[in-house]
């Protein structure tokens, strides 16, 4: 599990080997073996025997912005591995290699975003006709995509044109499914007006967490990616390897809105701008983590969704491992 420290005063120290987490109204304790990762999303207080704590169990300690961006980490210097993998990595995320796996991680997410639209098609029926141009559609960008030569000089450009593509149609149709007030007009990152990005937003944030971490732990630079651009304070290969996970939380957001189990829950702060509740935070995480924790089948595997995330990353190291450029 995922402990979060998202109230004023709250304090994480070390008690008898435990985590000690503190409010003014409780306290109680967690065994290290029972956490995976420590978010900080408010001003709080973390003793150094804390601290220590996490990097001996290998628990990643994350600061993040409240709509659950990451903007700083503490890991266990154990998460360092040889130069050797890192010099292979540059290598191996700009040759045929890196394309083709880049190649068959978009098509994993456009099979997820498909599967996605063919769920939500009868939830409307005036927009049916749209549905089945949008499946069609998707099919037709897995097909070109699949049969796309990596040994072309335009190969990224052309699985980045695959994946927007498909975005603009999935996103288009996905909000006019929803029921108000989370339909929405236009996906967007930055300001949103509307409940449904906001929260969407939030829950890759967390996710983007969980992955960056899993890269680190098997000693991935996650500045080194195929498909996304390098650059300050991005971290490229953490958004390739997010890519086919992106439609499993769709799922999870549209799954809890169809089914009526979120409410709205935007508040406006002193400069106006909108953001998520706390109510509304603590009630993502919950529905993140029990997703992350839960088993289901992914490629035909079936094991929980933590497990597939690291099981992939592991698949990476070892295809670049066995890079021989």
């Given amino acids: 599990m995922q402990i979060v420290l998202d109230t004023y005063g709250i304090s994480l120290s070390v008690r008898n080997g435990c985590f000690l987490i503190a409010t003014e109204k409780e306290k109680r304790m967690v065994h290290p073996d029972r956490i995976t990762s420590i978010l900080v999303t408010m001003a709080c207080r973390i003793s150094s025997p804390a601290i220590l704590l996490a990097a001996t169990n290998e628990i990643s300690l994350v600061i993040c912005s409240r709509t659950g961006k990451p903007e700083a980490r ?52 005036s927009v049916s006709q749209e549905s089945e141009d949008v499946v069609r559609g998707i099919e037709h960008s897995i097909v070109c995509l699949t049969a796309l030569n990596t040994d072309d000089i ?12 498909v975005a603009k149609q999935y996103w288009q149709l996905v909000g006019k499914k929803l029921p ?26 967390v996710l983007r967490n969980q992955v960056e971490t899993a890269i680190l732990s098997f ?54 701008n909108r953001r998520i509740s706390r109510p509304g935070r603590i009630k993502l995480i919950d529905l ?38």
């Fill in 74 to 125: 503490l890991w266990s210097p154990r998460f360092l591995n040889t130069s050797m993998l890192r010099r292979k990595q540059y290598g191996f995320t700009r040759c045929n290699s890196g394309y083709r796996w880049m190649k068959e991680t978009i098509v994993r997410k456009l099979v997820n975003q498909l599967s996605n639209i063919r769920f939500l098609a009868d939830r409307k029926q």
């Fill in 180 to 205: 108000a007030p989370f339909c929405f007009l236009l996906r967007t990152k930055l300001n949103p007006t509307d409940v449904f990005n906001p929260y969407i937003n939030y829950l890759y944030g």
């Fill in 288 to 325: 993140f983590n029990d997703k992350l924790h839960k088993t289901g089948v992914y490629n035909k595997t079936k094991t929980s969704f933590l497990n597939l995330i690291l099981l992939d990353t592991k698949s990476l190291v070892d295809q670049i491992k066995s890079y021989e450029g």
């Fill in 219 to 272: 000693g991935l630079d996650p500045a080194l990616g195929c498909m996304h651009r390098d650059g300050y304070k991005l971290p490229s290969l953490v958004f390739d390897l997010m890519e086919p996970y992106r439609p499993i939380i769709d799922r999870l957001l549209i799954e809890t809105v169809l089914g009526g189990k979120l409410t709205d829950s935007m508040e406006t702060d002193e400069l106006g």
């Fill in 154 to 165: 335009d190969c990224i450009k052309k699985i980045r044109y695959f994946e927007a593509s």
